[in-house]
């Protein structure tokens, strides 16, 4: 059994560890990683050491690919109708959706979502999120939204649904 790293989600989107006897460091990818409960992987130092390297904090950042229907509309626009949108991705912590350019909407935003997943209960959940990025594709535009508050009653249900059942048996 080779020593734990642990590896830390940087701001690049990918997990850093240093060797802790030639301090070198390393990224990974959350790709890399496999889509289990306890994820890790074996890693050869160049120095020799090898270590199992476990991403902390991987299941609140990994983003399932998906194709699921929403809705959205800005917060200080209530009672008024959702604009549709697809859902492109999805974790616990965010979601990146495509929608008609709204105009109005821009970064530091806050919408009101609406995901409706296609779980066995089709669970249907309402965030709200920060919009962190807006880029627009024609007459189509892509949100980076993530989730506010960080943790809530949306958390074990996109937990599951991203990462798998607690059994290990994953949904990918
Ligand atoms: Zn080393």
Avoid: W
Avoid at 2 to 20: G, H, M, T, W
Avoid at 28 to 54: I, K, L, Q, Y
């Amino acid at each position: 059994m080779d020593p734990i790293l642990q590896a830390y989600f940087s701001n690049r989107r990918s997990f850093v560890s240093i060797c802790p006897s030639c301090k070198q460091s390393y990224e990974f990818s959350p790709d890399c990683f496999p889509r289990t409960p306890r994820p890790s992987v074996r890693h050869e130092c160049a120095c020799g050491r090898a270590f199992s390297v476990v991403p902390v904090g991987l299941r609140s950042c990994y983003r399932k690919p998906v194709n699921l229907m929403g809705g959205l509309r800005k917060q200080t626009d209530a009672g008024k109708i959702q604009v549709p949108c697809t859902i492109l991705d999805i974790s616990p912590r965010g979601l990146q959706v495509s929608t008609e350019a709204i105009k109005s909407v821009v970064v530091n935003d806050t919408v009101v979502m609406t995901i409706v997943l296609d779980d066995k209960t089709r669970s249907r959940l309402t965030v709200q999120c920060l919009v962190r990025r807006k880029m627009l594709e024609g007459p189509m535009m892509v949100l980076g939204l993530e989730i506010t508050p960080a943790v809530g009653a949306h958390t074990d249900i996109l937990t599951t649904y991203t990462v798998g059942e607690p059994n290990g048996h994953t949904t990918l």
